[in-house]
């Protein structure tokens, strides 16, 4: 199940009928998957020293910029950080993420670069093939992204960390 559009609007039926803020996110994110039909996602190795999520796979992606679009900034990171690389067709939003109930991320399912596809990695950063359920057992995996996942691979549009008791 995929958001329609990549407007403000909340879509018509949230995950689990919960209501999503009309507010735009402070991060915006991919979810590259393989186009070679395997279940595989790339994702980005950080480097021990970075600011966040130091030496943690993670999707790729970064925060917006003040009045930027959320698609905009999505389609904007994947270039700085996969030296210029874009998706061929457009990435559709996917997946909400709030940390203790405040809208943190919009996290958007794209299909990413053939893996023959020479990628210029931005400097500290690292691109790994991995399936996507090798993906979720990965202890390098941040805490964000597996809810993420998770919530993905349920067909949910809202992830929520840390995760509800129900």
């Avoid at 690389?85 to 993420?97: F, G, H, V, Y």
């Avoid at 109930?101 to 990413?112: K, N, R, S, T």
């Avoid at 809810?147 to 992830?159: D, T």
């Amino acid at each position: 199940m995929h958001f329609s559009s990549d407007s403000v609007a909340a879509p018509a039926q949230p995950a689990q009928s919960q209501s999503c803020s009309g507010s735009l996110p402070k991060y915006c994110c991919a979810i590259l998957s393989s186009a070679d039909g395997d279940d595989s996602l790339l994702v980005e190795l950080r480097d021990p020293k970075a600011a966040a999520a130091a030496g943690k796979l993670t999707c790729f992606g970064g925060k917006r910029e003040a009045d930027e679009p959320p698609l905009a900034c999505v389609l904007r990171e994947l270039a700085e950080e996969l030296g210029g690389w874009q998706p061929e067709r457009m990435p559709t939003r996917s997946i909400d993420l709030y940390v203790h109930d405040e809208l943190i991320a919009w996290f958007y399912d794209a299909q990413g670069p053939g893996r023959d596809v020479p990628i210029d990695y931005e400097p500290g950063r690292e691109g790994i093939w991995i399936a996507e359920a090798d993906l979720l057992r990965d202890p390098r995996l941040s805490e964000w992204h597996e809810v993420v996942l998770q919530a993905r691979r349920n067909g949910e549009l809202r992830a929520d960390f840390p995760p509800r008791v129900l």
